[in-house]
């Protein structure tokens, strides 16, 4: 690269500090919470969370008439929203935004993570026909190496998807690090970037196994 090169901004990275967020993420935190309590939780925590996704959604003016008057108001614009899931863990999230996105349209990539290699591993993928004309809310819960959620965008790249930002509860600074270096103009937020990923590919202090906790599972 010469030295005029010009280097692409990092996407924005939203941490979300709210005092009710960070609340419930600790709650959330604990060993002792119970499946069926990190269920709840994670609903909660994951309407907050659509707030701040669906920011940058366009609006249009319409006019309406009201009990008293005739007046302007503002609708969303075009063909809307797609939730994409990375299952099996983003189900946990998705519940929740669709409490409050109740229209949108629902997209699920399964991808596991190779217990040797660490890299990402395609098992199923099914996505609205129209994804490429949406804004898309990818969610996981854990942004541990990055690589699951590259590779989930790069799929949904590749069907056409131009508008897209990645949402989760947790990240670790390599899986930022390594998704803002892939897809540079993918925002990301997040409750919390955590301090490390641990030899296992494990976020520290993290909250354990998001999808074990979820489902009960081991």
Do not use: W
């Amino acid at each position: 690269m010469s030295e005029n090169a010009i280097t692409p901004p990092s996407p924005p990275v939203v941490v979300l500090d709210h005092p009710l967020v960070q609340h419930k993420l600790t709650r959330l935190r604990q060993a002792s919470t119970s499946t069926a309590g990190f269920r709840r939780l994670t609903r909660e925590i994951s309407l907050l969370m659509a707030y701040e996704a669906t920011r940058e959604l366009p609006l249009e003016t319409v006019e309406i008439e009201t009990p008293l008057e005739h007046m302007e108001g503002r609708l969303l614009s075009g063909k809307k929203l797609c939730l994409v899931s990375i299952l099996r863990a983003g189900n946990g999230i998705l519940d929740g935004m669709l409490d409050l996105l109740p229209a949108a349209r629902v997209g699920h990539i399964g991808l596991f993570r190779d217990p040797e290699s660490l890299e990402p591993v395609e098992y199923y993928m099914k996505l609205p026909e129209d994804i490429d004309a949406r804004f898309c809310i990818v969610v996981d819960p854990m942004l541990a190496t990055g690589h699951s959620a590259s590779a989930a965008i790069d799929r949904l790249k590749a069907a056409g998807v131009r508008q897209l930002v990645f949402v989760c509860l947790l990240a670790a600074p390599e899986g930022v690090a390594f998704l803002s270096a892939a897809h540079p103009d993918v925002k990301i937020v997040t409750c919390a970037i955590d301090r490390e990923l641990d030899d296992h590919g494990y976020i520290r202090p993290g909250l354990g196994d998001a999808g074990d906790r979820l489902f009960g599972t081991r």
